[in-house]
């Protein structure tokens, strides 16, 4: 059997996840192992809810179901949501790699960050004679940015360089930070550094760009370095000058180092990854950097194929945006999804929801409760709405959440390589998808506006569910007797109405009866209004339980009510009213509500009828008054038998 192998990181579409990304899913085939890869995109601009739902998905898989684990833990921005992965990791007691961040008790594959970023900037210093420098750094809790950003200030310090706060911008890795740094910088600081040291080429590419478009040369006017070599030169403004790193090969490495520790063999526990500065023409080392006509020609090749792939990405996207848009119910959604999926083209694609995602009571009531409460954890159920394997759609199924995924018959035996990726609204978690091996690239910045679509439109649905839902609730709440549960007279005069004309039109009889439950005063006096509304209800139930031959009844108020029927004769009148009675007497043998708890309590109804044929205007209420009327001399009959005893 396969390995089952957790990978968690942050993000697709940067070329540092995508890189060692490959080299996993590359040497996972190799030693036969299921990689499990959890993903989010966060990072939304003051949209703090978004980017906790993304989270969510880390807290999905049980580790103590997994073989092992890859980390790169060091693309996820938030301590508390590493801690705890950390901790559960460390609780299930499974090997892990992590990569980049060394975590103690797990392996570990890293650079040298702090030597790496101390050569380039000494060489800054050394070779070109720089003294005024600015630097963008990550994020100032991830251990890669603060040792690179340490190295810096050293540097520095060592050769009588003071460094200034308004020169040091703290970004998050991404291209936006790049450039809002340029902005931070103009602002300010009187002039412009003469070198602009960048953690990583994202941001090291977004700065230069930021940079030309205020008019700045490079390096001329600035010069700019970046971190991790994985632009191309052809493909950015000037050639850049970074270190190198192994990428690919690291994030194969991490699957050797499993596989060995799966076989006892014996290997180091941490490996610093060989890197080397290149300097080039962003520094001034190269004045410039010229390529051949076919360098050029092979660049536009791959640059055209990347736009044509983008673009019809992009149409498959905006249909399924508008499709699912314009859905106006949840099965409508998942036709529409399910249609979106065959063009994509994955081998196996699943749509997974929390058992209570749709839960939307709170959102009537304003009242929130636990029982209806959209979850914002994955919940022990989840229902599979779409599965498709090989071309072939499943049945709908509900899985635990351990088990992550449905079985379905003709997945193949080969490794597999699943991308789960949240579905959630802001903070709710409503479940998660799951791909593997899909026809159009994932390690694309649209997938990310992909899977925000699907979110946001899973949610408008749930919404429409909602208000369906109080829809269906309000005219319930028209026609229905909210104490006992059946029809109100709205809902009576609703359910009567078409009838009732049928017969004054055709002549044909109706039946008309009153019901009156006796004693409820005394009822409530003698053993308190819970024990009288008890009664009530009981009334109610007995005649949903009776009237089963197309009889229409409801509570017509307090203690009363009435039941109509179309085409009865006087026997059939007289029938029902032996068959309540006979409801009532199997009631008082079976409820609490008896002579062996209450003394001389015991439930009982009058009950009186009409039968008549209506005419053609008349009101069906005449009808009640009369059967009320025949109610009333049945009470008085019962009245005067009791007092003679």
Not at 487 to 503: H, K, L, S, W
Request: net charge neutral.
């Amino acid at each position: 059997m396969n390995k089952k192998i957790a990978v968690i990181v942050e993000r697709l579409d940067e070329t540092y996840q995508s890189n060692i990304l490959s080299g996993i899913h590359d040497a996972a085939k190799k030693y036969n192992f299921d990689c499990y890869v959890f993903v989010s995109f966060t990072g939304m601009k003051n949209n703090i809810g978004h980017d906790a739902g993304e989270m969510n998905i880390f807290s999905l898989p049980d580790f103590r179901n997994f073989d092992g684990a890859i980390l790169l833990t060091n693309t996820i921005g938030c301590t508390p949501v590493v801690e705890d992965i950390l901790k559960r990791i460390a609780d299930a007691g499974i090997p892990a790699v992590s990569m980049d961040n060394d975590v103690v008790g797990m392996m570990h594959i890293g650079i040298d960050n702090y030597s790496a970023m101390g050569e380039i900037t000494r060489h800054f210093v050394t070779e070109h004679g720089f003294t005024d420098f600015c630097y963008i750094s990550g994020p100032s809790e991830n251990p890669e940015s603060y040792s690179r950003l340490a190295a810096f200030r050293d540097v520095l310090s060592n050769h009588g360089i003071e460094i200034a706060d308004n020169s040091i911008y703290y970004g998050d890795f991404r291209g936006d930070s790049g450039m809002e740094a340029v902005d931070f910088f103009i602002k300010k600081r009187k002039k412009m550094p003469q070198v602009i040291i960048c953690a990583n080429d994202v941001m090291a590419a977004a700065a230069i760009n930021r940079l030309h478009s205020e008019g700045m040369r490079i390096p001329e006017d600035v010069a700019v370095s970046g971190f991790d070599d994985i632009y191309d030169r052809l493909n950015i403004r000037v050639d850049l000058t970074t270190v190198g790193r192994p990428l690919v090969q690291s994030g194969a490495l991490a699957c050797e180092m499993l596989n060995n520790s799966f076989n006892n063999v014996q290997q180091q526990r941490s490996v610093i990854m060989n890197m080397k500065p290149r300097y080039s023409e962003s520094c001034g080392c190269v004045k410039h950097t010229y390529s051949s006509a076919a360098d050029y020609k092979e660049a536009n090749i791959a640059n055209y194929i990347r736009i044509d792939s983008n673009n019809r990405y992009m149409t498959i996207f905006n249909s399924l945006a508008c499709e699912l848009n314009s859905a106006e119910n949840f099965e409508g959604y998942v036709a529409s999804l399910k249609k979106f999926v065959k063009r994509i083209n994955p081998e196996e694609f699943y749509f997974c929801l929390n058992e209570n995602w749709r839960n939307v009571s709170h959102e009537m009531t304003g009242v929130i409760s636990d029982k209806y409460k959209v979850p914002n954890v994955y919940e022990e159920n989840i229902d599979i709405k779409i599965a498709y394997c090989r071309g072939r759609f499943y049945e709908s199924t509900c899985i635990n959440v351990n088990k992550l995924l449905p079985d379905v018959k003709n997945r193949a035996d080969t490794a597999k390589y699943y991308y789960f990726i949240p579905l959630h609204f802001k903070e709710r978690c409503l479940g998660y998808m799951a791909i593997h091996n899909c026809g159009i690239s994932l390690h694309n910045a649209l997938f990310q506006a992909w899977c925000i679509t699907i979110n946001n439109s899973l949610e408008n649905i749930r919404k429409i569910v909602a208000l369906d839902a109080a829809v269906e609730k309000l005219k319930r709440l028209y026609v229905q007797d909210t104490f006992s549960g059946i029809y109100n007279r709205n809902g009576f005069v609703n359910a009567t109405n078409e009838i009732f004309r049928a017969c004054s039109m055709e002549s044909r009889n109706i039946m008309l009866m009153f019901i009156d439950l006796d004693g409820l005063k005394k009822i409530n006096d003698t053993y308190g209004h819970a024990v009288g509304d008890e009664a009530i209800r009981a009334i109610a139930h007995i005649l949903h339980n009776t009237c089963n031959n197309g009889e229409i009844f409801c509570r017509f108020g307090g203690d009363e009510f009435i039941v109509f029927a179309a085409d009865y004769t006087d026997d059939d009148a007289k029938h029902l009213t032996a068959r309540i009675q006979k409801n009532i007497n199997r009631y008082n043998k079976k409820s609490k509500l008896n002579m062996n708890e209450f003394s001389d309590y015991s439930l009982s109804a009058s009950t009186g009828y009409v039968i008549a044929i209506p005419k053609v205007g008349e009101d069906l209420f005449r009808f009640v008054t009369e059967a009320d009327k025949k109610m009333y001399e049945t009470k008085r009959e019962k009245k005067s038998k009791y007092l003679r005893g």
